[in-house]
């Protein structure tokens, strides 16, 4: 069954630090998107991504933030200077429609900021 | 989007059906009912969608009201595998582009052996 990949499964980065976590969608998929969920919280939409560009995004999404799709199979998210509030699951997810059918999470990427 | 009410948690014994509600009274007429769900740790999961009618797959069934001010996620056999904080998400549809999900805080169903 196809599944979206994510590494690293755990990055731990000093504060101030650039992090780009990575993402490989289902190969048919064409919208993309990036969540987040701090330990405890609910998780929270970030971005979604669609035809090279972004579709939507969250206030949680500032210029800190930024999404790529460098190679036609990958799909990154970039931390530029990570703060401490930065902690968190990311988890990377594909769709087929267009409709907020996330329908393939992937594992996550728990990102540690110290 | 309309918001979303769900108890905090349930139990429900290993092997009987397990009927999750969620009320969506402010719902409009373009906007469809997603469950998703989370096992520990893991990514969110999707089950189901439905729009107006009752819908089921191999996972669940989904009941819809008439009025679709409220919906049941339906389990109908329970194992200890369906343990998780299940999602009801209401989305309508924006037109275009790729349309993110706003989850809330769900409930904790724990199945009993």
Same mark, same amino acid.
């Given at each position: ?12 980065? /000093? ?6 976590? @990575? ?7 064409? *919208? ?7 330990? #405890? ?9 669609? &035809? %090279? ?49 996330? #329908? ?11 | ?17 397990? %009927?999750?509600?969620?009320? @969506?009274?402010?719902?409009?007429? &373009?906007?469809?009912? *997603?469950?998703?769900?989370?096992? @520990?740790?893991?990514?969110? /999961? ?6 107006? &009618? ?22 109908? @056999? ?17 037109? #275009? ?6 989850? #809330? ?9």
């Amino acid at each position: 069954e196809p599944e979206v990949t994510q590494t690293p499964s755990h990055q731990v980065t /000093q504060m101030g630090q650039e992090v780009i976590l @990575h993402c490989v969608p289902i190969s048919n998929h064409l *919208y993309f998107y990036w969540y987040r969920q701090i330990l #405890g919280q609910k998780v929270e939409f970030l971005v979604s991504f669609y &035809n %090279n560009e972004i579709s939507e995004k969250s206030e949680i999404f500032d210029d800190q933030f930024s999404v790529e799709r460098p190679d036609g199979s990958n799909f990154t998210l970039k931390i530029r200077s990570t703060k401490l509030e930065d902690s968190a699951m990311y988890f990377c997810a594909s769709s087929t429609t267009s409709r907020g059918l996330a #329908g393939f999470f992937g594992p996550g990427t728990r990102l540690t900021v110290l | 989007d309309a918001k979303t009410t769900q108890p905090t948690s349930m139990d429900c014994a290993e092997g009987r059906a397990a %009927n999750l509600p969620c009320n @969506h009274s402010t719902i409009s007429g &373009n906007e469809y009912v *997603y469950w998703y769900r989370q096992i @520990h740790s893991q990514g969110p /999961q999707y089950i189901i969608h439905g729009l107006k &009618n009752n819908e089921t797959n191999e996972m669940a069934s989904l009941i819809i009201t008439e009025d679709r001010k409220s919906s049941t996620l339906i389990l109908p @056999h329970a194992t200890l595998r369906d343990t998780a904080v299940y999602y009801c998400i209401v989305r309508g549809y924006s037109g #275009g582009g790729a349309d993110g999900l706003t989850f #809330g805080k769900g409930t904790h169903l724990i199945i009993q052996p």
